[in-house]
């Protein structure tokens, strides 16, 4: 059985930074799309960053992420991060990683992605 699981959430205040962990059991990450989601109250679930395989290193960032936000991976410990820095009030939501095994999808785009974390919970507040 597939399993990811998140950890790295909380609360930290307007500037701060934070580290996402994705741990994975029953798939190997390096060979799958995945990405990074949150979904903040009143909100539809947005990508957030996003990888294809090991094979194309090349990553996707919604655009208020770009410049602060990088998501990697490392194939030894199975395990993709999310280093999120310069934290807004505005990126507090509750963040998801998600994996596609599906042979055609668009990166980042939720629906395409068919394993999904528990999601862990971000605030960021003074």
């Known amino acids: 059985q597939v399993q990811l699981v998140e950890s790295g959430g909380g609360l930290v205040q307007p500037g701060g930074s934070l580290r996402f962990t994705c741990a994975s059991s029953?798939?190997?990450?390096?060979?799958?799309?995945i990405g990074w989601f949150r979904q903040a109250p009143g909100k539809e679930r947005e990508g957030v960053a996003c990888?294809?395989?090991?094979?194309?290193?090349?990553?996707y960032y919604e655009d208020s992420a770009k410049g602060r936000f990088t998501i990697s991976r490392d194939n030894a410990e199975n395990t993709v991060y999310l280093q999120m820095n310069s934290l807004k009030p505005e990126d507090t939501a509750v963040y998801y990683c998600?994996?596609?095994?599906?042979?055609?999808?668009?990166?980042?785009?939720?629906?395409?992605?068919?394993?999904w974390g528990q999601g862990t919970q971000v605030t960021v507040s003074a």
């Open positions: 990888l294809r395989t090991s094979h194309d290193s090349s990553a």
């Open positions: 998600a994996l596609s095994t599906m042979l055609q999808f668009k990166l980042c785009a939720s629906a395409d992605y068919d394993y």
């Open positions: 029953g798939f190997s990450l390096n060979h799958y799309a």
